[in-house]
């Protein structure tokens, strides 16, 4: 009888020590954390969330994302978290179960201020550092490295050793180097080999993180932060420059996309043709009503609407520049001046047909989802819709050049424009080239419409923000001639982007336009002046 007592005994002692084994392993950080936040005590709350997303618990990106919107509800008396749903629910932060019982008499939200926000951003980071998707992965080491929240580290480091890819293996590790800089117990070698991690990323937040090293930085630490802080100016000096490159390579490719076409008129047919703009116009209001019609009937097509617009603004446009010539041009050649009254009174009249047409508010044209968006190529942001107006530029150049020198239309253009009355007299109908011509060149601005539709505002003045600078473009480089016209084009955008940071947009316009007064004076034909009889007569 007493030995089995003795074993009842020992099961009971072994239950209790499985219980209370149970109840140790219950309480663990994630609890711990869900106590601290119903103090209502802004440093126990940061404390809270932090401890939380490294606590691997699955309720842990839905608490902070509560916490985030303001959703997330506590009751000190019971010591309970609780998280309001969007149609006033509430659920157990700590089961994660829908809580049946009354709400209790306490209920209060947790209060966030600005320093808890910046916690959360990371806590955001964290969560996410071991996500599936790697772009969420370098998203969420990129919000590290920005924050700097040393008790994100252990969680930095558990990712870093399961990464595999390279460009997100790269973030985490300066994300870990920026994490060490700050902390106050990391050893001097260990700050100069996290100096050297963040001098290599070379950007502006590195360089702001390497100069706000305390006064008290040993000495050793503190000079290899000033030359790494050199080694950054001097990087992003260069990168600077590379970027108001690809800037002014951007403004060029607009320009010479607006301005070929009246190159081609002009050179052609000696006609200032101040309508041009309004050309440009008629091919982005082509694009809006391309998309409006994909949009309320075809959706699915929306990412091919450019690729529809680009033929239908160019054979509308075209049609509008014939009729225009047939009907005053004509009557006008020789009379330059004349010729500048006529289409200025022409281009008054399509910006009124427009506003009455469409209304003079700006009007919504999206971008293809192959035009949204930029990325990263070195030090520079690219952004998809500039990249693609310059490659679609450089397709309309050549294009253009091939069809001047290898087709019908192209051989008569050149010789009509060399010598108009020897063209004549060798049977070429110049009347009907002087048509085909500006039809030609009426289109290439509906092109430029269908592209600037994608950076600019689209309204009835539209055309009124490039004609300016496309004369300047063509007269700068050469009337009639395509390759002075691709050369002044890029001069003046490189030339007005460089400008700009020193002078602004207004004065770095002046400058060039007194820069092309002045080359004008020594050069009255342009850098590349076309060669022919009667032009040289």
């Known amino acids: 009888m007493g030995k089995f007592r003795d074993r009842i005994l020992a099961i009971v ?112 980071g964290a969560l996410t550092l071991m996500a599936p998707d790697a772009a969420k992965r370098y998203e969420s080491a990129q919000a590290v490295f920005k924050s700097r ?42 700050k100069i080999a996290a100096i050297n991690i963040i001098r290599d990323r070379g950007d502006q937040d590195s360089l702001a993180l390497i100069e706000s090293l305390p006064a008290d930085t040993p000495a050793e630490v503190r000079a290899a932060a000033t030359a790494a802080s050199a080694q950054i100016q001097r990087n992003l000096a260069i990168w600077n420059t590379v970027q108001n490159l690809w800037y002014g390579l951007s403004l060029g490719s607009v320009l010479l996309l607006a301005a070929i076409g009246l190159a081609i008129t002009f050179g052609v047919m000696g006609v200032i043709n101040m309508a041009h703009g309004e050309m440009v116009m008629l091919g982005a209001y082509v694009t809006y009503v391309v998309q409006e019609i994909i949009r309320t009937r075809y959706p699915g097509l929306f990412d091919y609407s450019l690729a529809i617009a680009l033929p239908l603004a160019f054979i509308f446009s075209a049609a509008v520049g014939i009729a225009i010539e047939r009907s ?12 500048l009254l006529a289409t200025w009174g022409i281009s008054l009249v399509l910006q009124q047909a427009v506003r009455v047409a469409f209304g003079p508010t700006n009007k919504e044209v999206g971008n293809p989802s192959w035009m949204s968006g930029a990325f990263d190529l070195g030090g520079i942001l690219i952004t998809y819709n500039r990249m693609w107006i310059i490659l679609f530029t450089g397709i309309v150049f050549a294009a253009l050049l091939a069809m001047l020198r290898f087709t019908r ?40 419409g269908v592209a600037l539709s994608q950076i600019d505002n689209v309204s009835p003045n539209l055309g009124q923000g490039y004609i300016i600078d496309s ?7 050469g009337v009639g001639n395509l390759w002075g016209t691709l050369v002044g084009a890029l001069t003046l955008g490189i ?12 004065l770095a316009k002046i400058a060039i336009l007194v820069f092309i007064i002045l080359f004008i004076q020594k050069r009255p034909r342009g850098m590349f002046a076309l060669k022919g009889r009667a032009i040289e007569a």
């Open 13 to 124: 002692f072994a239950i209790g020590l499985i219980v209370s084994a149970a109840g140790l392993a219950h309480a663990g950080p994630y609890e711990d954390a869900l106590e601290k936040l119903t103090t209502d005590d802004y440093a126990d709350t940061a404390d809270a969330v932090t401890a939380v997303a490294t606590s691997g618990n699955p309720m842990a990106a839905p608490l902070i994302a509560a916490l985030q919107d303001g959703r997330l509800q506590f009751s000190a008396k019971d010591k309970k978290v609780f998280i309001k749903t969007v149609d006033d629910k509430l659920i157990d932060a700590e089961t994660g179960k829908p809580f049946d019982g009354a709400p209790p008499d306490d209920l209060d939200a947790v209060r966030v201020n600005n320093r808890l926000r910046g916690v959360i951003d990371a806590a955001n």
């Open 149 to 190: 929240d040393a008790a994100v580290l252990p969680a930095v480091e558990k990712a870093l050793e399961a990464e595999k890819i390279p460009r997100v293996k790269k973030v985490l590790t300066e994300a870990r180097a920026a994490i060490l800089l700050g902390a106050d117990d990391t050893s001097p070698a260990d």
């Open 328 to 339: 005053v041009i004509r009557f006008l050649y020789g009379r330059p001046l004349e010729t």
């Open 409 to 448: 239309l192209g051989l008569e253009m050149r010789a009509v424009t060399q010598n108009r009355q020897m063209a004549a007299a060798v049977g070429i109908r110049t009347a009907r080239i002087d048509a085909l011509t500006f039809g030609l060149g009426s289109g290439i601005a509906g092109l430029a």
């Open 471 to 477: 004369f300047m473009v063509v007269v700068f480089g």
């Open 495 to 506: 030339a007005n982007k460089f400008l700009e940071p020193f002078a602004g947009a207004v």
